[in-house]
């Protein structure tokens, strides 16, 4: 049987690990910091800036409690230590419990000193210093932000903790404890990554995934990263200025089509190969005409007689590509998390199959 310490430990891990990551369960349950301080922090549609600035602030220092939390919360498990007799613990728990009080103290006074000057010291406000023109301040800088940021056209997307913006002069980029700003004018967008991922937790479908440098010609900004499905990226282009350069040669799928093709092929890479008859030839295929037909269907997923899907008796007709967008187009496009699993007619002989009964013909 696990001790109450041990219990607690593991348990208060995960809760720091939910809080400070927050997945979207508790941003459903409200168990954020924007939330518990709702009410000190405003509205981020009235005023985007200030929210934010207050918001990294709270973030910091609401992070830096958790491990006197810990401390507090052993208190209750594990009496037998008694550690709330602090002059009775061991060295160890000393030093935790200096450690656990300095740490808020510290970001205490660092927040105490970013909301001085009515925020003037803290680094956002700074980082709007850089942008601010010769005859004004930080403060203008802010004011064109919030009014912007109001338009319903602004492109916005990404998680809470790492959120892109995307106005008619501003790119932003607001993490945890942090919000990146450029002014588009200033600006070089280079897609440097590309990670495809064949199932989403969020959508159960294909997704791709971009990241995006931009970095600015302004010295004192400096450059950051964004990163969007790849679906996405026709809005992001039509609200930049500057063009995007692919400096990886990543091949971007903007549709959901796009993406399940590449998907289609990677599992059928695993099926079993049709091993092609010596007394038989493959012709073009009969969708693009550019490649050889390579595709044989074969029921593989359950016995002969089992199951929907049909043995189809069709020689091979068809490219893998050609048949990736056949499976596609016969889909429900409102369910597009059924489509890996579903079963289509072959589009010769109109037998059922599944993706596990498409065979690369070797």
């Known amino acids: 049987m696990e001790r109450p310490e041990v219990t607690f430990t593991l348990a208060y891990l995960v809760f720091v690990v939910c809080f400070v990551l927050t997945p979207s ?19 981020e549609d009235v005023d985007f800036v200030h929210f934010h600035l207050k918001r990294t602030t709270a973030t910091l220092w609401v992070h830096s409690l958790l491990p006197l939390g810990y401390y507090i919360g052993m208190c209750f498990a594990a009496p037998e ?18 450690l656990a009080i300095a740490i808020p103290t510290l970001t205490g006074i660092l927040g105490y000193y970013w909301s001085r000057n009515n925020w003037g010291n803290h680094p956002l406000a700074r980082t709007l210093a850089y942008h601010a023109l010769p005859q004004s301040d930080w ?16 492109f916005a ?15 932003m980029k607001a993490t945890t404890y942090h ?18 991922h064949e199932l989403s937790p969020d959508t159960n479908t294909p997704v791709q995934f971009l990241t ?14 964004i990163r969007l499905n790849s679906t996405e990226y026709g809005e992001l282009r039509e609200k930049l200025h500057a063009p995007i350069r692919n400096a990886a040669n990543v ?36 969708g693009c005409m550019q490649i050889s037909s390579n595709i044989k269907l074969v029921k593989l997923c359950q016995d002969p007689g089992e199951g929907e899907c049909q043995q189809c008796y069709c020689r091979p007709m068809w490219c893998l590509t050609c048949m990736g967008k056949w499976f596609a187009s016969r889909q429900d496009q409102q369910h597009p998390e059924t489509w890996l699993s579903s079963q289509v007619p072959c589009p010769t002989c109109r037998a059922k199959f599944c993706i596990l009964d498409v065979c690369i013909v070797h």
């Open 179 to 196: 919000v990146y700003i450029a002014q588009q004018q200033d600006i070089h967008l280079t897609v440097t990554d590309s990670k495809q």
């Open 139 to 154: 403060r203008a800088v802010a004011s064109s932000i919030n009014t912007e940021f109001r338009r319903i056209d602004k």
């Open 212 to 225: 995006i440098q931009v970095a600015s010609i302004n010295p004192h900004v400096k450059p950051f990263d």
């Open 251 to 286: 091949v971007i799928h903007q549709t959901l089509s796009d993406m399940f093709l590449e998907t289609f092929k990677s599992q059928v890479e695993m099926n079993q190969r049709y091993l092609l008859p010596s007394n038989q030839d493959l012709e073009p295929c009969i």
């Open 25 to 43: 369960e508790f941003h459903s349950a409200g168990i954020t910091v924007q939330n518990l301080l709702s009410e000190w922090l405003g509205s």
């Open 157 to 171: 997307t990404g998680a809470p903790g790492a959120r892109v913006i995307v106005t008619d002069t501003w790119v």
């Open 81 to 98: 230590k008694q550690l709330h007799y602090i002059h009775q613990v061991t060295e160890g728990w000393t030093l935790y419990f200096l």
